[in-house]
């Protein structure tokens, strides 16, 4: 049988043929150089987290055409960008990945100029202490935590005890499943911080939430409203939103921010470095917080919104619901989390660990 | 094809992409793995940076992976592990050995319903198995039906014994097919001769059967001890507040802890143990004298 063998042998043409394809191949390459910005946007959001129609409401009025990726939460989201921006324009990071990711260079400066809209914006919001001036992000969304339950099951969850500290509901509670907001809501039931970095009052918070395992059921990763709804447990540590969406469709379940405080969330609209299409995407959040936009978002998606020339529009059934806009007096005892920094966050994510393992 | 000694570049020409593949999307990975876990976060401008790394600082991380929360979720993970394999072997063997004697027209089906559940990715069944055995599900709902005139009520997602089942029920296939490959090529007339010269049922299975299917039930066993050790889909999903495993612990070190460097140094620990049952299998199947189940 004859052998027949591949002959890698390179002579000047054949050098010349292949590195014509390779060339033409690297010609593609600069498109983001080019002066006008392509019609498109790439937004990246959480799920069910803009307005039915706000995405096409957008294409008509500008002719640019969204793709919106979802994330489940915002560690998805910062390990995704961590790795090098794949493409994405706009993002919905919380408030302390706001600090963290500047911090890491991984979001572009606003341009406030190409952002009249800002005036619609509650100037409570304009200058935040984990955003100086707004420099990288504008308010979406706020919200808080708290516990979502069932009134015929549970007479009186105003205080974080009935999860932490109280045999009654053993067995039927769940909580979220981050170090966070455990540690954070443990602390302040403690009566300490929120984002305390005192190594004595993180081990109490911690054997508390290691004696508290006992009763908890399930660390629910954001999903403590379903099994609320489907009865799997009475009460759960949730977002109110996700409580809100639920109590729409059951009237036995209700939601609190419990008296000793709890955490306030503000999820903001920033620009991820790398970003393909900046002008485009300053016309998207330009578009966001026009305020029938704004109306239209709060309205599908039933948070508070920051956008006060729309919520001044809303109607009263929104403006007045509890789980949407907690009392004052309650909201002056919760805080955002701090971005802490990497130190801080590996004593924590430590406890975690031993929690688990316990 | 002729020999490649002889014959270089036919060996290179049809093996390269191969090499290609293994060393652009294995090594090279597994390598920056394995400098990223002698390495530590940069500290730049007196703060520990965010995503940029000092790289072959030492071996801080294997030293954490002391740490005795650390080791108490290995063991933890060891234990359900080994209790996941025993149950695959116990459950899985008479079900090989039920295939191998069945009428032979049979046997494809049989084998065919095995494999079946491959068919459907691994996190809808662990979903489906959920619904299954969540309070309101069909064996869940039942149990609390029969429980309830007793003032009882029973919660079975959530628990260890969950986890466990769950582990059985995705890895039993991976113990029935070395199974029932070594049991089909068994010489069924030394079990003929064993009990012709008088052993019991008993005897023979225990001196007969078993020795001579050893080799499958190692192979069985690897094959399922091994992704056990690295399972974290199945804990997090049906296990309750005690349900970390080690792949949790490295899960999130990728993921929210956004430390990469420990999370390496946790995986090639992993590896190593891997690698170790590993030899055990060699080592076993090397002073054996049974069926080859390779």
Same mark, same amino acid.
């Given at each position: 049988?004859?052998?027949?063998?591949?002959?890698?042998?390179?002579? !000047?043409?054949?050098?010349?043929?292949?590195?014509?394809?390779?060339?033409?191949?690297?010609?593609?390459?600069?498109? #983001?150089?080019?002066?006008?910005?392509?019609?498109?946007?790439?937004?990246?959001?959480?799920?069910?987290?803009?307005?039915?129609?706000?995405?096409?409401?957008?294409?008509?009025?500008?002719?640019?055409?969204?793709?919106?990726?979802?994330?489940?939460?915002?560690?998805?989201?910062?390990?995704?960008?961590?790795?090098?921006?794949?493409?994405?324009?706009?993002?919905?990071?919380?408030?302390? #990945?706001?600090?963290?990711? /500047?911090?890491?260079?991984?979001?572009?400066?606003?341009?406030?100029?190409?952002?009249?809209?800002? /005036?619609?914006?509650?100037?409570?919001?304009?200058?935040?202490?984990?955003?100086?001036? !707004?420099?990288?992000?504008?308010?979406?969304?706020?919200?808080?935590?708290?516990?979502?339950?069932?009134?015929?099951?549970?007479?009186?969850?105003?205080?974080?005890?009935?999860?932490?500290?109280?045999?009654?509901?053993?067995?039927?509670?769940?909580?979220?499943?981050?170090?966070?907001?455990?540690?954070?809501?443990?602390?302040?039931?403690?009566?300490? &911080?929120?984002?305390?970095?005192?190594?004595?009052?993180?081990?109490?918070?911690?054997?508390? %939430?290691?004696?508290?395992?006992? &009763?908890?059921?399930?660390?629910?990763?954001?999903?403590?409203?379903?099994? %609320?709804?489907?009865?799997?447990?009475?009460?759960?540590?949730?977002?109110? &939103?996700?409580?809100?969406?639920?109590?729409?469709?059951?009237?036995?379940?209700?939601?609190?921010?419990?008296?000793?405080?709890?955490?306030?969330?503000?999820?903001?609209?920033?620009?991820?470095?790398?970003?393909?299409?900046?002008?485009?995407?300053?016309?998207?959040?330009?578009?966001?917080?026009?305020?029938?936009?704004?109306?239209?978002?709060?309205?599908?998606?039933?948070?508070?919104?920051?956008? #006060?020339? /729309?919520?001044?529009?809303?109607?009263? /059934?929104?403006?007045?619901?509890?789980?949407?806009?907690?009392?004052?007096?309650?909201?002056?005892?919760?805080?955002?989390?701090?971005?802490?920094?990497?130190?801080?966050?590996?004593?924590?994510?430590?406890?975690?660990?031993?929690?688990?393992?316990? | 094809?002729?020999?490649?000694?002889?014959?270089?570049?036919?060996?290179?020409?049809?093996?390269?992409?191969?090499?290609?593949?293994?060393?652009?999307?294995?090594?090279?990975?597994?390598?920056?793995?394995?400098?990223?876990?002698?390495?530590?976060?940069?500290?730049?401008?007196?703060?520990?940076?965010?995503?940029?790394?000092?790289?072959?600082?030492?071996?801080?991380?294997?030293?954490?992976?002391?740490?005795?929360?650390?080791?108490?979720?290995?063991?933890?993970?060891?234990?359900?592990?080994?209790?996941?394999? +025993?149950?695959?072997?116990?459950?899985?063997?008479? +079900?090989?050995?039920?295939?191998?004697?069945?009428?032979?027209?049979?046997?494809?089906?049989?084998?065919?319903?095995?494999?079946?559940?491959?068919? +459907?990715?691994?996190?809808?069944? *662990?979903?489906?198995?959920?619904?299954?055995? @969540?309070?309101?599900?069909?064996? @869940?709902?039942?149990?609390?039906?029969?429980?309830?005139?007793? @003032?009882?009520?029973?919660?079975?997602?959530?628990?260890?014994?969950?986890?466990?089942?769950?582990?059985?029920?995705?890895?039993?296939?991976?113990?029935?097919?070395?199974?029932?490959?070594?049991?089909?090529?068994?010489?069924?007339?030394?079990?003929?001769?064993?009990?012709?010269?008088?052993?019991?049922?008993?005897?023979?299975?225990?001196?007969?059967?078993?020795?001579?299917?050893?080799?499958?039930?190692?192979?069985?066993?690897? $094959?399922?001890?091994?992704?056990?050790?690295?399972?974290? $889909?199945?804990?997090?999903? $049906?296990?309750? *507040?005690?349900?970390?495993?080690? @792949?949790?612990?490295?899960?999130?070190?990728?993921?929210?802890?956004?430390?990469?460097?420990?999370?390496?140094?946790?995986?090639?620990?992993?590896?190593?143990?891997?690698?170790?049952?590993?030899?055990?299998?060699?080592?076993?199947?090397?002073?054996?004298?049974?069926?080859?189940?390779?």
């Amino acid at each position: 049988m004859k052998t027949i063998l591949p002959t890698p042998t390179m002579n !000047r043409r054949k050098l010349l043929r292949g590195s014509g394809a390779l060339f033409a191949g690297l010609t593609l390459l600069p498109y #983001k150089a080019m002066s006008e910005e392509e019609k498109k946007l790439s937004f990246y959001n959480y799920d069910t987290y803009i307005g039915e129609n706000t995405l096409a409401d957008f294409t008509a009025a500008t002719g640019i055409e969204v793709k919106m990726d979802l994330f489940a939460d915002g560690d998805e989201l910062f390990t995704k960008l961590k790795a090098g921006n794949p493409g994405y324009d706009v993002i919905v990071p919380t408030n302390d #990945k706001v600090e963290r990711m /500047a911090k890491a260079n991984m979001l572009i400066p606003l341009d406030h100029g190409k952002i009249p809209n800002i /005036a619609n914006i509650d100037p409570a919001f304009l200058n935040p202490s984990f955003d100086p001036g !707004r420099k990288f992000s504008l308010p979406y969304m706020w919200g808080t935590v708290g516990i979502g339950y069932r009134k015929s099951k549970v007479a009186d969850a105003s205080s974080w005890k009935v999860m932490l500290d109280d045999p009654a509901h053993a067995g039927r509670i769940a909580s979220l499943g981050d170090q966070e907001h455990n540690i954070g809501v443990a602390l302040k039931y403690l009566g300490y &911080g929120y984002n305390s970095t005192n190594m004595d009052e993180l081990n109490k918070a911690k054997e508390l %939430l290691i004696a508290a395992k006992k &009763g908890i059921k399930k660390y629910a990763d954001d999903n403590g409203q379903d099994l %609320l709804a489907q009865g799997e447990v009475d009460l759960t540590m949730e977002y109110n &939103g996700d409580i809100a969406q639920v109590m729409a469709e059951d009237d036995d379940i209700t939601y609190v921010v419990p008296k000793e405080g709890s955490n306030v969330w503000e999820d903001t609209i920033a620009i991820a470095a790398g970003a393909p299409h900046p002008e485009n995407a300053h016309a998207f959040i330009n578009f966001i917080f026009d305020k029938d936009n704004g109306k239209h978002i709060a309205e599908t998606i039933q948070y508070a919104t920051p956008n #006060k020339a /729309a919520r001044e529009i809303m109607d009263e /059934a929104y403006q007045k619901n509890p789980a949407i806009f907690p009392p004052s007096d309650i909201l002056a005892k919760c805080e955002y989390a701090a971005y802490l920094g990497e130190e801080a966050l590996k004593v924590r994510d430590e406890i975690w660990t031993a929690i688990q393992a316990a | 094809m002729e020999d490649w000694k002889r014959n270089g570049r036919a060996f290179w020409t049809l093996g390269s992409p191969a090499t290609f593949w293994l060393v652009v999307f294995f090594l090279a990975p597994l390598a920056y793995l394995l400098v990223l876990s002698f390495s530590s976060k940069a500290v730049i401008d007196g703060q520990v940076s965010v995503n940029d790394y000092a790289y072959l600082t030492g071996i801080d991380n294997y030293v954490r992976t002391l740490n005795p929360d650390i080791i108490s979720i290995f063991l933890r993970t060891l234990w359900w592990s080994a209790l996941a394999t +025993i149950a695959c072997l116990l459950v899985g063997y008479p +079900i090989a050995f039920a295939i191998c004697f069945m009428p032979e027209r049979w046997r494809p089906l049989a084998l065919l319903l095995i494999v079946l559940p491959f068919w +459907i990715n691994l996190l809808i069944r *662990t979903y489906a198995l959920k619904t299954v055995l @969540g309070a309101r599900g069909l064996v @869940g709902g039942s149990l609390n039906a029969i429980l309830e005139p007793f @003032g009882m009520q029973a919660d079975i997602i959530g628990t260890t014994p969950a986890v466990i089942f769950g582990l059985v029920y995705v890895f039993l296939p991976f113990m029935i097919l070395p199974l029932y490959s070594t049991i089909e090529r068994l010489d069924k007339s030394y079990l003929e001769a064993s009990l012709d010269l008088g052993a019991s049922q008993f005897q023979t299975f225990y001196k007969v059967t078993l020795p001579l299917t050893m080799p499958g039930i190692v192979t069985g066993l690897i $094959l399922v001890f091994i992704p056990c050790l690295g399972m974290f $889909l199945i804990s997090d999903e $049906l296990g309750g *507040t005690t349900s970390w495993m080690i @792949g949790n612990v490295i899960q999130s070190q990728f993921g929210s802890s956004n430390d990469w460097p420990f999370g390496s140094a946790l995986s090639f620990v992993l590896m190593l143990l891997t690698i170790i049952v590993l030899f055990i299998q060699w080592y076993v199947q090397n002073h054996s004298k049974g069926v080859g189940a390779q």
